[in-house]
């Protein structure tokens, strides 16, 4: 277990959404919090809310190396160290795999997938010189399948999961904590962006509502593993053990996703 109490986290894409509602989960927990996105003016309200005494606003995008570098910096200038970092920061679009430029694939890698680096390598690295720390990724259970329309997010998210698994193991006799956290479906402003960068409409995603969850539930699983570290934060056993089926049983699995395009686009 890991006494929480004045620990500092870094979060990225802390404006809104599962950053945001995680950077209030950790200042409940009594964890000081680094709050970066590019949105300043959110920022500022939420560390209103939290507290500017137990919160710091940094604004910058995890697409530049220099943000990045600063973000961790102005953090231990900030509160004296830190303690853990929380990679969010991504989007997403919907797009067949077979048209989508690589110039709009290469940018979601970059902002999901390095974006992720950026912020985690170097984290790792002050990590190692203090002896712990904890280094988490918001990749999603999409990670675990390459869904129709949703493949290049899909690879970003399954990129995330691939080096948290492989940082884990590497750093596994130390005391540094690397984690991968999955939410299904989430009730935040992703589908909105996703739909403005899909052309204004979504034909395949989204979820029905017992498949939806609130942010707050991503948070506070999130906040159990800072306090008791563990590879996967998931916060739906049915969709993990869909997933896991999935990957024993590809060709049933091709059959449902040929069924549930069926549905939603009315195709044959």
Not at 28 to 57: F, N, P, T, W, Y
Not at 168 to 181: P, Q
Request: charged share 20%.
């Amino acid at each position: 277990m890991v006494d929480l109490n004045n620990k500092v986290i870094l979060i990225s894409g802390a404006s809104s959404g599962i950053g945001a509602a995680t950077a209030i989960a950790c200042a409940k927990a009594g964890m000081k919090v680094a709050l970066m996105a590019r949105r300043e003016d959110r920022l500022q309200s939420l560390s209103s809310q939290i507290g500017e005494d137990r919160s710091h606003v940094i604004a910058g995008s995890v697409d530049s190396d220099d943000d990045c570098t600063r973000a961790i910096e102005s953090c231990i200038d900030r509160f004296g160290s830190m303690y853990a970092v929380l990679a969010n920061a991504g989007y997403g679009h919907e797009q067949a795999c077979h048209t989508s430029s690589q110039e709009d694939i290469r940018a979601m890698f970059e902002t999901n997938f390095f974006g992720s680096l950026r912020l985690v390598q170097p984290a790792i690295a002050r990590f190692k010189d203090q002896g712990s720390g904890h280094a988490l990724m918001v990749a999603s259970c999409l990670s675990k399948i390459g869904l129709p329309h949703y493949g290049a997010y899909s690879a970003t998210k399954a990129a995330q999961d691939h080096f948290c698994r492989a940082m884990r193991m590497e750093l596994h006799n130390t005391s540094i904590h690397v984690s991968s956290v999955h939410p299904i479906g989430t009730k935040t402003e992703f589908f909105d962006e996703a739909a403005k960068r899909s052309g204004g409409n979504l034909d395949l995603a989204g979820s029905s509502e017992r498949f939806m969850q609130s942010p707050d539930r991503v948070a506070r699983a999130i906040v159990k593993c800072l306090g008791k570290p563990r590879g996967e934060v998931w916060t739906s056993l049915p969709v993990r053990l869909a997933l896991g089926a999935s990957v024993a049983f590809p060709g049933i699995t091709d059959w449902g996703l040929r069924r549930a395009m069926k549905r939603r686009l009315g195709s044959t």
